[in-house]
């Protein structure tokens, strides 16, 4: 028999085995979150043959207990749950799933079945994560008379060169104009930098990544008392 698969890891199929089932009759609650954003999208249910569906299909499914059989989200309405991972709480009695949905999530037509987007920052800020992507579509797809495709086909000089114009206008606009007007230059800024780090292969991933490795070391040494 496996192990139990240690809370916040992301589960395998070997994993179903381990969780338990059998305190809720054969059902696990899934909490699905957005796998962007991180905001919480609905509450379904799972048993073991929707959990190694969901991990065989790559989409979300669950189990009806109103239709008592598998049902994969959107399956009607095309709405779907695109996985990306699902993990186990400290009890193995419940599931959080992250995913990407196409649509709609709930059947009132909103974007959650929870009334709408938490106002929390991470949620807000969130946002960028999904620029990125729009950012991404662009230049795969090229879309007639799109401004992201075509500075990206002129190259990182070009790109640099605006993020250099765009940081000069920033800065202008910090010291002589108001605050709706330095907000504008702000997002002119922050649009081009991330398509300058496209150009370079990279993303916002490993500029955080970098921040947090510079935060964790100033901790270190303030603890060190250096």
Known sequence: MSSPPVPGAPLAPADIDTLDFDKAGGLLPAIVQHARSGVVLMLGYMNREALRETLARGRV???????????????????????????????????????????????LGTADCFGGDPPAQASRLAFLGELETVIAQRIAERPEGSYTARLYAEGPKRIAQKVGEEGLEVALAAVAEPDDKLVGEAADLLYHLLLLLRSRGLGLEQVVAELKSRHAGRARTSTSGD
């Open 61 to 107: 499914v669950f189990f009806s207990r109103s239709r008592q059989r598998l049902w994969e989200k959107g399956e009607t309405s095309g709405h779907t749950l695109e996985f990306a991972a699902v993990r186990t709480d400290c009890d193995r009695d419940a599931l959080l799933v992250t995913a990407l949905p196409a649509g709609p999530v709930c059947h």
